[in-house]
């Protein structure tokens, strides 16, 4: 068993509801459910998650939880523990004993008073490897280590679990986070972005991070995997770092950033670009996106004339005003019928 070190991702306060006289410290942290913004209830923590603040599940309401709730086969399940320390209660250590067994040890000192509001809580992430398909269960055995107002001290042992589901393929397919913007090929490119044949392709991409904690790890070009016989495009994988075992204090506001990759050329086709995004943290994969976003190869850029139109007109029957022609019991109309177009359909003979 390794013991894992303490590391920081910056001051994320988190509110304990929670008054204690010294006699009735024992159960006192233990019991309360803080608003825990470090653990900020989203996208990434469903509802009835026993492992996410707001649960009814005691005694891990904001000590752990799962970074992705929602793994799939290819992703590195990671479980996200508090390391925090008051007067009275203390983390101590995470273990990882094996992939379904992780020990939280924390310390508790039964004649001090637990404050009001916990100041600073760090989050450290415990990467528990890749697990196959279908439903599983991590046990979260806390032991806490309790000092007693006469000096002596015990070891309390909660046994807690957290329960998931990794599927066969990411559910995100379709959206994209952080990423607000996508060039293909130069400006004004058109809609979709047209760029001609034998020349590279460069694609910029923009966005914002939610905190200064986030960076471009890497953006990289991928082959085409598609194996079909129509013409492909490689893909591009953004690598996104959360930076939780950094040491470093992030700021809190957005962090815009840019990166732009180039595309081989291509020839005349029309093509979808598939982009991955790709978050990691502590360097282990924890969530994967996928989006495409089409774009065309084509001699004419720029100079493509406008779309022709095919215009149906009834040539009047009668002369009449009325109507073009009329129809009655045993007399059939009959119309012609002119078709005229915008652009010539025919060069001269």
Same mark, same amino acid.
């Given at each position: 068993?390794?013991?894992?070190?303490?590391?920081?991702?910056?001051?994320?306060?988190?509110?304990?509801?929670?008054?204690?006289?010294?006699?009735?410290?024992?159960?006192?942290?233990? /019991?309360?459910?803080?608003?825990?913004?470090?653990?900020?209830?989203? !996208?990434?923590?469903?509802?009835?998650?026993?492992? +996410?603040?707001?649960?009814?599940?005691?005694?891990?309401?904001?000590?752990?939880?799962?970074?992705?709730?929602?793994?799939?086969?290819?992703?590195?399940?990671?479980?996200?523990?508090?390391?925090?320390?008051?007067?009275?209660?203390?983390? +101590?250590? /995470?273990?990882?004993?094996?992939?379904?067994? +992780?020990?939280?040890?924390?310390?508790?000192?039964?004649?001090?008073? $637990?404050?009001?509001?916990? !100041? =600073?809580?760090? *989050?450290?992430?415990?990467?528990?490897?890749?697990?196959?398909?279908?439903?599983?269960?991590?046990?979260?055995?806390?032991?806490?280590?309790?000092?007693?107002?006469?000096?002596?001290?015990?070891?309390?042992?909660?046994?807690?679990?957290?329960?998931?589901?990794?599927?066969?393929?990411?559910?995100?397919?379709?959206?994209?986070?952080?990423?607000?913007?996508?060039?293909?090929?130069?400006?004004?490119?058109?809609?979709?972005?047209?760029?001609? !044949?034998?020349?590279?392709?460069?694609?910029? #991409?923009?966005?914002?991070?939610?905190?200064? $904690?986030?960076?471009?790890?890497?953006?990289?070009?991928?082959?085409?995997?598609?194996?079909?016989?129509?013409?492909?495009?490689?893909?591009?994988?953004?690598?996104?770092?959360?930076?939780? $075992?950094?040491?470093?204090?992030?700021?809190?506001?957005?962090? !815009?950033? =840019?990166?732009?990759?180039?595309?081989?050329?291509?020839?005349? #086709?029309?093509?979808?670009?598939?982009?991955?995004? +790709?978050?990691?943290?502590?360097?282990?994969?924890?969530?994967?996106?996928?989006? /495409?976003?089409?774009?065309?190869?084509?001699?004419?850029?720029?100079? =493509?004339?406008?779309?022709? $139109?095919?215009?149906?007109?009834?040539?009047?029957?009668?002369?009449?005003?009325?109507?073009?022609?009329?129809?009655?019991?045993?007399? *059939?109309?009959?119309?012609?019928?002119?078709?005229?177009?915008?652009?010539?359909?025919?060069? *001269?003979?």
């Amino acid at each position: 068993m390794t013991k894992l070190p303490r590391f920081s991702s910056g001051f994320l306060a988190v509110a304990l509801a929670l008054a204690v006289a010294a006699a009735a410290a024992v159960p006192a942290l233990a /019991a309360a459910v803080p608003d825990a913004a470090w653990f900020a209830a989203g !996208p990434d923590a469903p509802a009835g998650d026993p492992s +996410v603040p707001g649960d009814n599940t005691p005694k891990a309401n904001f000590r752990w939880r799962l970074v992705n709730p929602h793994p799939c086969v290819r992703d590195t399940v990671v479980i996200a523990v508090a390391s925090y320390a008051t007067p009275c209660d203390s983390f +101590v250590v /995470a273990t990882v004993v094996d992939p379904t067994h +992780v020990i939280y040890r924390t310390q508790m000192w039964d004649s001090v008073a $637990c404050p009001a509001v916990l !100041p =600073r809580v760090k *989050p450290i992430h415990l990467p528990l490897g890749i697990f196959p398909a279908g439903p599983h269960r991590i046990e979260i055995e806390w032991r806490i280590d309790h000092v007693t107002p006469s000096g002596g001290n015990y070891t309390e042992v909660n046994h807690e679990a957290i329960e998931f589901v990794v599927s066969e393929a990411s559910s995100n397919t379709g959206r994209l986070p952080f990423v607000e913007y996508v060039q293909i090929g130069p400006p004004g490119g058109g809609v979709p972005p047209c760029v001609p !044949p034998g020349d590279s392709i460069a694609v910029l #991409f923009s966005g914002h991070f939610p905190n200064g $904690c986030f960076s471009l790890a890497s953006i990289e070009l991928l082959p085409d995997l598609t194996m079909s016989p129509l013409p492909g495009a490689p893909r591009v994988r953004l690598t996104v770092e959360d930076c939780a $075992c950094c040491t470093v204090i992030c700021t809190g506001e957005p962090k !815009p950033w =840019r990166a732009s990759i180039k595309l081989p050329p291509l020839r005349a #086709f029309e093509y979808k670009l598939g982009v991955e995004v +790709v978050r990691t943290s502590c360097s282990a994969p924890v969530e994967r996106f996928g989006a /495409a976003y089409p774009f065309v190869v084509a001699d004419t850029c720029g100079s =493509r004339p406008p779309p022709g $139109c095919v215009i149906p007109i009834f040539a009047p029957g009668d002369g009449s005003r009325e109507c073009n022609a009329r129809i009655g019991p045993g007399q *059939p109309a009959r119309l012609p019928l002119l078709l005229l177009t915008t652009v010539p359909v025919a060069g *001269p003979s």
